[in-house]
Protein backbone atom coordinates (compact mmCIF):
# COMPACT_ATOMS: atom_id res chain seq x y z
CA UNK A 1 0.00 0.00 0.00
CA UNK A 2 0.69 3.64 -0.69
CA UNK A 3 -0.15 6.62 1.48
CA UNK A 4 0.48 9.42 3.12
CA UNK A 5 1.20 8.52 6.68
CA UNK A 6 1.73 4.90 8.00
CA UNK A 7 0.20 4.77 11.52
CA UNK A 8 1.13 2.00 13.89
CA UNK A 9 -1.48 1.27 16.50
CA UNK A 10 -5.22 1.82 16.13
CA UNK A 11 -5.78 2.82 20.11
CA UNK A 12 -7.21 6.45 20.71
CA UNK A 13 -4.21 8.32 19.45
CA UNK A 14 -3.76 6.34 16.15
CA UNK A 15 -7.35 6.89 15.72
CA UNK A 16 -7.56 10.39 16.46
CA UNK A 17 -4.76 11.65 14.71
CA UNK A 18 -6.29 9.78 11.55
CA UNK A 19 -9.46 11.69 12.22
CA UNK A 20 -7.35 14.89 12.05
CA UNK A 21 -5.12 14.06 9.27
CA UNK A 22 -8.22 13.34 7.20
CA UNK A 23 -9.62 16.81 8.12
CA UNK A 24 -6.79 18.26 6.79
CA UNK A 25 -6.92 16.35 3.49
CA UNK A 26 -4.28 14.22 4.77
CA UNK A 27 -4.67 10.20 4.29
CA UNK A 28 -3.38 7.23 6.33
CA UNK A 29 -3.48 3.68 6.59
CA UNK A 30 -3.36 2.03 10.13
CA UNK A 31 -2.25 -0.89 11.42
CA UNK A 32 -2.78 -2.64 14.28
CA UNK A 33 -1.34 -5.96 16.50
CA UNK A 34 -4.69 -6.47 18.38
CA UNK A 35 -8.40 -7.07 17.41
CA UNK A 36 -10.71 -4.19 16.73
CA UNK A 37 -12.84 -6.08 19.91
CA UNK A 38 -9.75 -6.15 22.10
CA UNK A 39 -8.62 -2.70 21.55
CA UNK A 40 -12.09 -1.32 21.97
CA UNK A 41 -12.46 -3.71 25.17
CA UNK A 42 -9.61 -2.15 27.09
CA UNK A 43 -10.22 -0.95 30.12
CA UNK A 44 -8.05 2.32 30.98
CA UNK A 45 -8.03 5.98 31.81
CA UNK A 46 -11.52 7.68 32.63
CA UNK A 47 -11.10 11.44 33.10
CA UNK A 48 -11.04 13.56 29.94
CA UNK A 49 -9.40 16.98 30.67
CA UNK A 50 -11.23 20.10 29.17
CA UNK A 51 -9.27 20.41 26.61
CA UNK A 52 -9.15 17.14 25.44
CA UNK A 53 -13.26 17.09 25.79
CA UNK A 54 -13.14 20.38 23.69
CA UNK A 55 -10.79 19.13 21.02
CA UNK A 56 -13.41 15.76 20.39
CA UNK A 57 -16.45 17.78 20.05
CA UNK A 58 -14.44 20.01 17.28
CA UNK A 59 -13.68 17.04 15.21
CA UNK A 60 -17.37 15.62 15.49
CA UNK A 61 -17.05 12.92 18.48
CA UNK A 62 -18.93 14.43 21.00
CA UNK A 63 -22.28 13.82 20.47
CA UNK A 64 -22.11 10.69 22.76
CA UNK A 65 -19.76 12.25 24.87
CA UNK A 66 -21.86 14.90 26.06
CA UNK A 67 -24.96 12.43 26.18
CA UNK A 68 -23.05 10.01 28.21
CA UNK A 69 -20.15 11.61 29.82
CA UNK A 70 -20.30 12.96 33.40
CA UNK A 71 -18.90 16.06 33.72
CA UNK A 72 -17.49 16.99 37.71
CA UNK A 73 -16.64 20.11 38.88
CA UNK A 74 -13.59 19.14 41.05
CA UNK A 75 -12.34 16.09 43.58
CA UNK A 76 -12.33 15.38 46.75
CA UNK A 77 -9.11 14.88 49.03
CA UNK A 78 -9.60 12.66 51.99
CA UNK A 79 -7.29 11.71 55.11
CA UNK A 80 -8.15 10.26 58.34
CA UNK A 81 -11.19 12.10 60.00
CA UNK A 82 -10.98 14.91 57.02
CA UNK A 83 -12.43 15.39 53.21
CA UNK A 84 -12.39 18.79 51.69
CA UNK A 85 -14.29 19.60 48.35
CA UNK A 86 -11.54 21.49 45.40
CA UNK A 87 -13.76 23.14 43.48
CA UNK A 88 -12.24 22.90 39.53
CA UNK A 89 -14.62 25.37 38.08
CA UNK A 90 -14.97 27.84 41.22
CA UNK A 91 -10.98 27.88 41.18
CA UNK A 92 -10.17 28.12 37.40
CA UNK A 93 -13.38 27.70 35.40
CA UNK A 94 -12.57 24.67 34.01
CA UNK A 95 -14.11 20.84 34.30
CA UNK A 96 -13.27 17.31 33.64
CA UNK A 97 -15.42 14.85 32.22
CA UNK A 98 -15.57 11.07 33.15
CA UNK A 99 -15.69 8.82 29.98
CA UNK A 100 -13.90 5.51 29.80
CA UNK A 101 -11.19 5.29 27.34
CA UNK A 102 -12.97 2.51 25.95
CA UNK A 103 -15.98 4.82 24.67
CA UNK A 104 -13.66 7.15 23.42
CA UNK A 105 -11.80 4.10 21.02
CA UNK A 106 -15.37 2.97 20.04
CA UNK A 107 -16.73 6.88 18.93
CA UNK A 108 -13.65 6.79 17.31
CA UNK A 109 -13.10 3.81 15.79
CA UNK A 110 -17.21 4.41 14.58
CA UNK A 111 -16.06 7.28 13.16
CA UNK A 112 -13.23 6.06 10.90
CA UNK A 113 -15.38 3.18 9.89
CA UNK A 114 -17.93 5.58 8.49
CA UNK A 115 -14.74 7.87 6.91
CA UNK A 116 -13.78 4.23 5.27
CA UNK A 117 -10.46 4.27 7.20
CA UNK A 118 -7.91 2.06 5.82
CA UNK A 119 -6.63 -0.49 8.92
CA UNK A 120 -5.17 -3.77 9.57
CA UNK A 121 -5.79 -5.57 12.82
CA UNK A 122 -4.26 -8.54 14.00
CA UNK A 123 -0.93 -8.09 12.33
CA UNK A 124 2.54 -9.21 13.22
CA UNK A 125 6.00 -8.51 12.83
CA UNK A 126 6.04 -4.96 12.86
CA UNK A 127 8.84 -3.36 11.76
CA UNK A 128 9.92 0.20 10.69
CA UNK A 129 12.01 0.96 7.89
CA UNK A 130 14.52 4.00 6.53
CA UNK A 131 12.95 6.57 8.70
CA UNK A 132 15.79 8.55 7.59
CA UNK A 133 14.68 8.69 4.23
CA UNK A 134 11.77 10.60 2.42
CA UNK A 135 10.37 7.43 2.16
CA UNK A 136 9.78 5.43 5.04
CA UNK A 137 8.04 2.40 5.31
CA UNK A 138 6.01 -0.14 7.60
CA UNK A 139 6.21 -3.94 7.20
CA UNK A 140 4.09 -6.82 8.73
CA UNK A 141 2.19 -10.05 8.23
CA UNK A 142 -1.03 -9.75 8.09
CA UNK A 143 -3.83 -12.12 9.82
CA UNK A 144 -3.73 -13.88 6.87
CA UNK A 145 -0.14 -14.83 7.39
CA UNK A 146 0.93 -12.73 4.14
CA UNK A 147 3.38 -10.40 4.26
CA UNK A 148 2.18 -6.21 3.90
CA UNK A 149 4.25 -3.27 3.00
CA UNK A 150 3.00 0.20 3.67
CA UNK A 151 5.01 2.89 1.79
CA UNK A 152 4.82 6.52 2.95
CA UNK A 153 5.99 9.81 3.71
CA UNK A 154 5.72 9.27 7.38
CA UNK A 155 5.10 6.85 10.07
CA UNK A 156 3.65 7.83 13.18
CA UNK A 157 4.25 5.13 16.25
CA UNK A 158 0.85 5.21 18.66
CA UNK A 159 2.25 1.37 19.52
CA UNK A 160 2.86 1.72 23.33
CA UNK A 161 5.27 1.23 25.47
CA UNK A 162 6.58 -1.87 23.40
CA UNK A 163 5.78 -1.38 20.35
CA UNK A 164 8.49 -1.06 17.57
CA UNK A 165 8.09 2.40 16.97
CA UNK A 166 10.33 3.66 20.02
CA UNK A 167 12.75 0.98 19.36
CA UNK A 168 12.99 2.40 16.15
CA UNK A 169 14.43 5.67 17.07
CA UNK A 170 18.31 5.09 17.96
CA UNK A 171 20.20 6.12 20.97
CA UNK A 172 17.57 7.91 22.70
CA UNK A 173 17.75 9.64 25.67
CA UNK A 174 15.61 8.16 28.39
CA UNK A 175 14.25 9.16 31.97
CA UNK A 176 12.35 6.65 34.10
CA UNK A 177 11.26 6.29 37.72
CA UNK A 178 9.78 2.50 39.42
CA UNK A 179 7.59 3.36 41.95
CA UNK A 180 7.40 0.98 45.01
CA UNK A 181 3.82 0.18 44.97
CA UNK A 182 1.55 -0.32 42.67
CA UNK A 183 -2.65 -0.25 42.53
CA UNK A 184 -5.01 -2.79 42.72
CA UNK A 185 -8.00 -1.82 40.54
CA UNK A 186 -11.35 -3.32 40.12
CA UNK A 187 -14.44 -2.66 38.40
CA UNK A 188 -17.93 -3.68 40.31
CA UNK A 189 -21.10 -3.12 39.37
CA UNK A 190 -22.35 -1.15 41.70
CA UNK A 191 -23.46 2.59 41.43
CA UNK A 192 -20.73 4.75 42.65
CA UNK A 193 -21.12 5.67 46.32
CA UNK A 194 -19.64 9.60 45.88
CA UNK A 195 -20.62 12.10 43.11
CA UNK A 196 -17.19 13.02 42.18
CA UNK A 197 -13.37 11.26 42.75
CA UNK A 198 -11.97 10.87 46.43
CA UNK A 199 -8.78 10.52 46.64
CA UNK A 200 -7.58 9.50 49.73
CA UNK A 201 -4.16 9.10 51.90
CA UNK A 202 -4.27 6.70 54.95
CA UNK A 203 -2.20 4.97 56.81
CA UNK A 204 -2.34 1.62 55.43
CA UNK A 205 -1.87 3.06 51.91
CA UNK A 206 -3.80 5.09 49.20
CA UNK A 207 -7.38 4.46 48.00
CA UNK A 208 -9.31 5.74 44.61
CA UNK A 209 -12.96 6.07 44.16
CA UNK A 210 -13.90 6.50 40.58
CA UNK A 211 -16.51 5.67 38.12
CA UNK A 212 -17.32 4.24 34.82
CA UNK A 213 -21.12 5.31 35.08
CA UNK A 214 -24.29 5.79 36.74
CA UNK A 215 -24.38 1.72 37.73
CA UNK A 216 -20.18 0.98 37.54
CA UNK A 217 -18.01 1.99 40.08
CA UNK A 218 -14.25 1.73 39.47
CA UNK A 219 -11.69 1.37 42.68
CA UNK A 220 -8.41 1.43 43.73
CA UNK A 221 -5.77 -0.33 46.42
CA UNK A 222 -2.23 0.73 46.96
CA UNK A 223 -0.32 -2.59 46.91
CA UNK A 224 3.21 -3.85 47.23
CA UNK A 225 5.10 -4.49 44.13
CA UNK A 226 4.46 -7.70 42.78
CA UNK A 227 1.19 -8.65 44.46
CA UNK A 228 -0.38 -11.79 43.51
CA UNK A 229 -4.37 -10.30 43.07
CA UNK A 230 -5.36 -14.10 44.13
CA UNK A 231 -4.06 -12.93 47.16
CA UNK A 232 -7.38 -10.46 47.41
CA UNK A 233 -10.58 -11.72 47.57
CA UNK A 234 -14.31 -9.86 47.02
CA UNK A 235 -14.44 -8.97 51.42
CA UNK A 236 -10.54 -8.30 51.72
CA UNK A 237 -11.31 -5.59 48.80
CA UNK A 238 -14.18 -4.05 50.52
CA UNK A 239 -12.64 -4.04 54.01
CA UNK A 240 -9.64 -2.28 52.89
CA UNK A 241 -11.60 0.07 50.54
CA UNK A 242 -14.08 0.89 53.42
CA UNK A 243 -11.21 1.76 55.91
CA UNK A 244 -9.45 3.53 53.45
CA UNK A 245 -11.87 5.52 52.08
CA UNK A 246 -13.41 6.79 55.48
CA UNK A 247 -16.80 4.80 55.52
CA UNK A 248 -19.10 5.79 58.50
CA UNK A 249 -16.82 9.11 58.77
CA UNK A 250 -19.75 11.83 58.77
CA UNK A 251 -22.18 9.74 57.84
CA UNK A 252 -20.75 8.60 55.21
CA UNK A 253 -21.31 4.57 52.96
CA UNK A 254 -19.40 2.86 50.74
CA UNK A 255 -21.62 0.47 48.83
CA UNK A 256 -19.61 -2.76 47.96
CA UNK A 257 -20.90 -4.54 44.95
CA UNK A 258 -20.39 -7.73 42.54
CA UNK A 259 -16.63 -7.28 41.56
CA UNK A 260 -16.35 -8.09 38.01
CA UNK A 261 -12.43 -7.50 37.38
CA UNK A 262 -9.54 -7.23 39.30
CA UNK A 263 -5.68 -6.37 38.21
CA UNK A 264 -2.32 -5.21 39.56
CA UNK A 265 -1.19 -2.28 38.14
CA UNK A 266 2.33 -1.04 38.51
CA UNK A 267 3.49 2.81 38.87
CA UNK A 268 6.34 3.94 36.67
CA UNK A 269 7.20 7.34 34.95
CA UNK A 270 9.24 6.92 31.93
CA UNK A 271 10.18 9.91 29.22
CA UNK A 272 12.01 9.23 25.97
CA UNK A 273 13.18 12.23 24.11
CA UNK A 274 13.82 13.05 20.57
CA UNK A 275 9.70 12.32 19.92
CA UNK A 276 11.02 12.38 16.28
CA UNK A 277 13.58 10.52 14.02
CA UNK A 278 13.80 11.52 10.40
CA UNK A 279 9.96 10.80 9.07
CA UNK A 280 9.33 8.61 11.95
CA UNK A 281 7.34 10.33 14.91
CA UNK A 282 6.43 9.57 18.14
CA UNK A 283 2.61 9.92 20.29
CA UNK A 284 1.34 8.84 23.40
CA UNK A 285 2.62 5.55 25.37
CA UNK A 286 5.10 5.08 22.83
CA UNK A 287 7.73 8.19 23.96
CA UNK A 288 6.06 8.70 28.17
CA UNK A 289 4.87 7.08 30.78
CA UNK A 290 2.95 8.57 33.88
CA UNK A 291 1.52 6.98 36.91
CA UNK A 292 -2.35 7.58 36.59
CA UNK A 293 -2.34 9.08 40.25
CA UNK A 294 -2.71 12.35 37.93
CA UNK A 295 -5.50 11.55 35.58
CA UNK A 296 -2.63 12.66 32.60
CA UNK A 297 -2.15 8.97 30.47
CA UNK A 298 -4.91 9.17 27.70
CA UNK A 299 -4.81 13.20 27.69
CA UNK A 300 -1.21 13.38 27.39
CA UNK A 301 -1.89 11.18 24.20
CA UNK A 302 -4.57 13.27 22.74
CA UNK A 303 -2.34 16.42 22.87
CA UNK A 304 0.95 14.86 21.50
CA UNK A 305 -1.55 13.94 18.23
CA UNK A 306 -3.70 17.67 18.17
CA UNK A 307 0.11 19.08 18.38
CA UNK A 308 1.78 16.68 15.31
CA UNK A 309 -1.60 16.56 12.81
CA UNK A 310 -1.52 20.17 11.47
CA UNK A 311 2.28 19.73 11.96
CA UNK A 312 2.27 16.70 9.67
CA UNK A 313 -0.39 18.41 7.44
CA UNK A 314 2.15 21.70 7.27
CA UNK A 315 4.83 19.34 5.87
CA UNK A 316 3.19 16.89 3.72
CA UNK A 317 -0.02 19.51 2.08
CA UNK A 318 1.68 22.83 2.57
CA UNK A 319 5.36 21.29 2.31
CA UNK A 320 6.02 23.84 5.47
CA UNK A 321 8.39 21.24 7.52
CA UNK A 322 8.81 23.83 10.47
CA UNK A 323 6.26 22.53 12.89
CA UNK A 324 7.21 19.12 12.37
CA UNK A 325 10.84 19.67 12.95
CA UNK A 326 9.47 21.46 16.40
CA UNK A 327 6.90 18.77 17.45
CA UNK A 328 9.28 16.81 19.45
CA UNK A 329 10.49 20.19 21.67
CA UNK A 330 6.74 21.75 21.50
CA UNK A 331 4.95 18.06 23.09
CA UNK A 332 7.52 17.36 25.54
CA UNK A 333 7.25 20.68 27.53
CA UNK A 334 3.87 19.52 28.40
CA UNK A 335 5.08 15.90 28.81
CA UNK A 336 7.16 17.14 31.52
CA UNK A 337 4.65 19.38 33.25
CA UNK A 338 2.16 16.15 32.96
CA UNK A 339 5.09 13.80 34.46
CA UNK A 340 6.28 16.29 37.16
CA UNK A 341 2.20 16.44 38.02
CA UNK A 342 1.64 13.07 37.80
CA UNK A 343 4.94 12.23 40.03
CA UNK A 344 3.59 14.95 42.67
CA UNK A 345 -0.09 13.43 43.48
CA UNK A 346 1.68 9.92 43.56
CA UNK A 347 4.06 10.99 45.91
CA UNK A 348 1.67 13.37 48.38
CA UNK A 349 -1.06 10.46 48.32
CA UNK A 350 0.70 6.95 48.78
CA UNK A 351 2.22 6.11 52.03
CA UNK A 352 5.59 4.84 52.84
CA UNK A 353 7.00 2.78 55.90
CA UNK A 354 8.52 6.54 56.53
CA UNK A 355 6.91 8.34 59.48
CA UNK A 356 8.56 11.71 58.38
CA UNK A 357 7.70 11.14 54.90
CA UNK A 358 4.13 10.92 56.06
CA UNK A 359 3.80 13.83 57.83
CA UNK A 360 5.51 15.76 55.00
CA UNK A 361 2.41 14.55 52.88
CA UNK A 362 -0.63 15.35 55.91
CA UNK A 363 0.94 18.95 55.83
CA UNK A 364 0.49 19.05 51.90
CA UNK A 365 -2.73 18.22 51.74
CA UNK A 366 -3.85 20.24 54.26
CA UNK A 367 -1.90 23.41 52.53
CA UNK A 368 -4.39 22.24 49.59
CA UNK A 369 -7.08 22.11 51.05
CA UNK A 370 -6.92 25.54 53.24
CA UNK A 371 -5.12 27.65 50.51
CA UNK A 372 -6.94 29.02 47.31
CA UNK A 373 -3.04 29.36 45.68
CA UNK A 374 -2.74 25.49 46.17
CA UNK A 375 -5.53 24.48 44.91
CA UNK A 376 -5.54 26.89 41.86
CA UNK A 377 -2.10 25.05 40.86
CA UNK A 378 -3.84 21.63 41.38
CA UNK A 379 -6.86 22.51 39.82
CA UNK A 380 -5.01 24.02 36.40
CA UNK A 381 -2.95 21.10 35.83
CA UNK A 382 -5.78 18.42 36.92
CA UNK A 383 -8.58 19.38 34.47
CA UNK A 384 -5.81 20.27 31.91
CA UNK A 385 -2.90 22.99 30.33
CA UNK A 386 -3.95 24.51 27.10
CA UNK A 387 -2.65 21.82 24.36
CA UNK A 388 1.07 23.07 23.14
CA UNK A 389 1.38 24.17 26.47
Known sequence: MRTQVAIIGAGPAGLLLSQLLDAAGVESVIVETRSREYVEARIRAGILEQS????????????????????????????????????????????????????????????????????VYEVSGTAVHDPETERPSVTYTGPDGRPGRIEADVVVGCDGSFGPARAA????????????????GILADVAPSTDELIYAWHPDGFALHSMR???????YLQVPNGTDVATWSDD??????????GHGQDGWTLNPGPITEKSVLPMRSFVQQPMRHGRLFLAGDAAHIVPPTGAKGLNLAVAD?????????????????????????????????CTHFSWWMTTMLHTSEDPFDAQLQLSQLRWLATSEAGATGLAENYAGLPIGF
Open 52 to 119: TVDLLRSCGLGERLDTEGDVHRGIHLQWPRERHHLDFSELIGRTVTVYGQTEVTKDLGRARAAAGQEI
Open 213 to 219: SATVSRL
Open 169 to 184: VPDPQTWERVYPYSWL
Open 305 to 337: VALLAPALASLLRDKDPAPAEAYSDTALRRVWR
Open 236 to 245: RIWTALATRL
